[in-house]
């Protein structure tokens, strides 16, 4: 049953990826289109709203579009492999599965921040819709596995020792001075060379910022919201029950499902809900209110 399930897992996600080769347009409407040159460069000289001029000459597009994905497929091969010898999804697959799922939220969170990716990659076409980004990547659906599984993972081993069954104040207080500063420097270092090769840019920000040849890297905010954000996610994943299993699942009834096709898709459904509601709540609406609140209009984000 569990060998039927990763094979159509498999042939799923091989053909998706297919189809978004082939419906990818890199011509599709974006943030610059309709704007004269005229105006393009008011925008480059009119306040915080700025547009690096290297931002239309990005450099190693193939590692977001090409190695990405490639590394995305393998790690998930690994990760199914293995729980294929299990029996069951391991860990390590659930919280890969999860957190790419997560990808959704990205145009929200780059609306909010200002963020503007190069028009040059292959888009979704979503376009611009309300709270959203106008610059949507395919590329951008394996990223969310990627940045996200391997430090979660690290992390969660380095706090191993802080790992409780119950949500203590002292203990999360304890887990977030250790974790901020280290997601913080693990954000700085995954996410600032996209700035630097130009594949993004914050065109937009409040505080410090990195002001490189083709894009703006924020140091402050939301940086420090992802910190907290992912500290949050770290700590919920640290809460095991006495069976080790992650403690969240027992609020689904999953205990009571025999093992099986079910069990698996009920698990899976669950760490989805999970991941995805605490990026939800504590960075996709606090960055679009903070712009709805505080912020203001702008041409390359609307």
Known sequence: MFKKLYISVLLALLIIFCAQISIAQTELPNALSGLSANAIDTLKSVGS?????????????????IVVPFVWLVLLIIFLKKSMRKGELTFEALLFISTTTMFWQ???????AYL???PKFALIPWGSTLWTAPNKLW?????????????????????????TEKPEFKGAVKLFIVLIPLLYIWDLITEGPAALLGWATYTDYY?????????????VYPVLLISFQS???????????????????????????RQGLKRELVRIG???VVMNGVLFVFLTVPVVLVRILFGHPSILVP
């Open 49 to 65: 709203t700025t547009l690096q001029p290297g931002f239309n000459n990005p450099s190693a597009m193939w590692v977001q579009e």
């Open 106 to 112: 990205e145009g929200y969170i780059d609306w909010g």
């Open 116 to 118: 503007l990716f190069n």
């Open 139 to 163: 590329s951008m659906i394996p990223c969310y596995g990627i940045f996200f599984t391997p430090v979660y993972l690290l992390f969660l081993r380095l706090t191993r020792s802080m790992h």
């Open 207 to 219: 505080g410090p910022a990195l002001v490189l040849e083709k894009g703006n890297f924020p140091l």
């Open 231 to 257: 500290a949050i996610a770290i700590w919920l994943l640290s809460m095991r029950g006495p069976d080790k299993i992650v403690r969240f699942e027992s609020w689904f009834g999953i205990e009571k499902i």
């Open 270 to 272: 669950a760490w989805i």
